[in-house]
């Protein structure tokens, strides 16, 4: 499959203009910045670079959700160009698959797997889609997530956020301190936080403030719900410790200044006045207050909380660690190389895509991930590669990938291939892997502990959906396969597709030796060798 797009030269012009930049105010490339900081911190000798094989898997994993196909790899892997891995990121960088991908993990980011309320998951990764493919800064994404309120159809996937959380005050309030300030407030809802001293009462209810006026609006003329503000209510609260002191606050970002609300003649705060079956529209909305001063570059932590999290997503683990609890008590690991990277990004005009290549591109980011035996390795030196479970969104399309589920759908189509069509078509078939190797809807995103389960094992050892995919069909992994007369051919085949590597001699000839045992049935032994290797540790996680 191809990960090429028209916009390459697009986005090669935009390299072009950020290389020159740097050059103008006399920086280095952001990779070898962050190489430096690294460097400076590292008390022992970091891991060697990881061989091409390791590498190929892994960018195309954290750049487009997928493991490469055959061809690819073998592409990449004979490429013996000095330059081949720049080439790669920056293809990948530029192909619907980047889209698609950020669109999974921003997806689960901010909507923790909810099911579908008012806006259906179609309209909101579209929206998300469209987003990523046209590298829209980062503080304009989040601005209209938390400024749309439903009413225009244009921007009505964006209030998904609001909307499917039925714009209660509290939910907004704990997900938007976590995912836009990296500051897990839960425990402070009641009190100040028992572990953790900096996370104060006062901090959540200032957030709270500017959202505690909206409300869930059912519009009965379109037969939709929108999110409505009044123009009226403030925060008051008592510690569960002090339950007769009640406590009052306006709207402020924690450590921010409280913001003061315009003084309006009775009855001039609304724009249109609430009426039975209308919604109110104020002049004064603190929800937008909130959504320009939350990513604006005034507020520091918005730009932390971001690099954070995509440093998190890029090399299995956050610079703060975990991603949600930035406090004085769980410091960043490396803080210097965490004020360059929130400077850097501030300075890219919020440029994702650009974070993400300054990352990948990095020594620290193309470690191997092999530990010296014998040998501990902090993994808050990020001295060797970490080991990362895929997310469920991954791993299912990684085995369509494996398996050749996707290339017998894209053959089958003939001259007309059409690669979106194929992934929408095979959207539906990502579900059972997300009920089953993803967090409950609800629950904080991207579990950081991996934990395999009953019901996981049994889906993997006697569900019909992976012994489907294996099935012979013209194009897919055991029909190539299954045409190799050649033992080691058809070795080199299975793991070359399904673990982006070229087997050992002692797996080769495990190979051979079990399709000699199994001659009477080749096509079932076929799928039981592509089985474990799909089934195996080394296939579940980037590494």
């Given at each position: 499959?191809?990960?090429?797009?028209?916009?390459?030269?697009?986005?090669?012009?935009?390299?072009?203009?950020?290389?020159?930049?740097?050059l103008a105010h006399g920086q280095a490339p952001l990779y070898q910045r962050i190489d430096q900081h690294i460097q400076k911190a590292q008390k022992e000798?970091?891991?060697?670079?990881?061989?091409?094989?390791?590498?190929?898997?892994?960018?195309?994993?954290?750049?487009?959700?997928?493991?490469?196909?055959?061809?690819?790899?073998?592409?990449?892997?004979?490429?013996?160009?000095?330059?081949?891995?720049?080439?790669?990121?920056?293809?990948?960088?530029?192909?619907?698959?980047?889209?698609?991908?950020?669109?999974?993990?921003?997806?689960?980011?901010?909507?923790?797997?909810?099911?579908?309320?008012?806006?259906?998951?179609?309209?909101?990764?579209?929206?998300?889609?469209?987003?990523?493919?046209?590298?829209?800064?980062?503080?304009?994404?989040?601005?209209?997530?938390?400024?749309?309120?439903?009413?225009?159809?244009?921007?009505?996937?964006?209030?998904?956020?609001?909307?499917?959380?039925?714009?209660?005050?509290?939910?907004?309030?704990?997900?938007?301190?976590?995912l836009f300030l990296g500051m897990n407030l839960n425990c402070a809802q009641c009190h100040d936080h028992p572990l953790v001293e900096a996370y104060k009462q006062d901090f959540y209810y200032g957030v709270m403030a500017f959202v505690n006026r909206g409300y869930l609006f059912a519009d009965k003329g379109t037969k939709m719900s929108v999110y409505a503000e009044k123009a009226e209510g403030d925060v008051t609260f008592q510690s569960v410790f002090v339950p007769k002191v009640t406590k009052n606050t306006g709207p402020r970002l924690p450590d921010g200044k409280?913001?003061?609300?315009?003084?309006?003649?009775?009855?001039?705060?609304?724009?249109?006045?609430?009426?039975k079956g209308q919604r109110g529209i104020p002049k004064y909305s603190r929800r937008a207050i909130l959504a320009q001063q939350i990513t604006s570059k005034d507020n520091p932590r918005f730009a932390r909380a971001a690099v954070n999290r995509l440093w998190f997503f890029m090399m299995g683990r956050g610079i703060v660690d975990p991603v949600e609890y930035d406090h004085p008590a769980n410091p960043p690991s490396h803080p210097e190389l965490l004020q360059m990277l929130s400077e850097e990004f501030?300075?890219?005009k919020y440029n994702v895509k650009a974070m993400i290549r300054g990352i990948v591109m990095s020594e620290t980011y193309q470690r191997t991930s092999e530990t010296p035996k014998g040998k501990e390795v902090d993994p808050k030196a990020f001295a060797v590669a970490s080991l990362k479970a895929m997310t469920p969104e991954q791993f299912a399309r990684s085995m369509m990938q494996a398996t050749g589920l996707i290339d017998a759908d894209l053959k089958a189509q003939g001259k007309k291939r059409n690669e979106p069509a194929v992934y929408a078509k095979l959207s539906a078939q990502v579900a059972p892997f997300v009920k089953l190797f993803g967090a409950q809807p609800g629950d904080?995103?991207?579990?950081?502990?991996?934990?395999?389960?009953?019901?996981?094992?049994?889906?993997?050892?006697?569900?019909?959906?992976?012994?489907?995919?294996?099935a012979p069909r013209p194009g897919n992994l055991t029909a190539r396969a299954g045409a190799l007369k050649d033992d080691s051919q058809v070795a080199d085949e299975l793991y070359l597709t399904i673990l982006t590597r070229t087997p050992t001699a002692e797996e080769r000839k495990e190979v051979a030796d079990y399709l000699t045992r199994q001659q009477a049935n080749r096509a079932a032994a076929l799928q039981d060798l592509a089985w474990a290797l799909l089934t195996s540790a080394e296939f579940r996680f980037n590494h």
């Open positions: 499959m191809s990960h090429l797009r028209p916009m390459w030269f697009a986005w090669l012009a935009c390299l072009v203009w950020s290389a020159l930049t740097n000798s970091p891991a060697p670079r990881s061989g091409d094989a390791e590498f190929v898997r892994r960018i195309y994993l954290n750049l487009t959700g997928i493991v490469p196909s055959a061809d690819e790899a073998r592409a990449f892997l004979a490429d013996k160009t000095a330059d081949k891995r720049v080439k790669l990121i920056d293809r990948l960088l530029a192909s619907d698959g980047y889209a698609r991908h950020m669109t999974d993990l921003f997806d689960v980011l901010l909507m923790d797997r909810r099911h579908d309320k008012h806006v259906n998951r179609p309209q909101w990764r579209t929206f998300l889609q469209t987003s990523f493919a046209k590298d829209k800064p980062y503080d304009l994404l989040v601005r209209e997530i938390l400024s749309a309120d439903g009413s225009d159809p244009k921007s009505r996937a964006a209030a998904k956020f609001y909307l499917d959380r039925n714009a209660e005050p509290n939910v907004v309030t704990k997900d938007i301190s976590r409280e913001v003061k609300d315009p003084k309006f003649d009775k009855g001039q705060a609304y724009v249109a006045p609430v009426a501030v300075a890219s904080a995103a991207f579990a950081q502990d991996f934990e395999a389960t009953l019901d996981q094992t049994l889906f993997l050892t006697n569900g019909a959906t992976l012994r489907t995919w294996l």
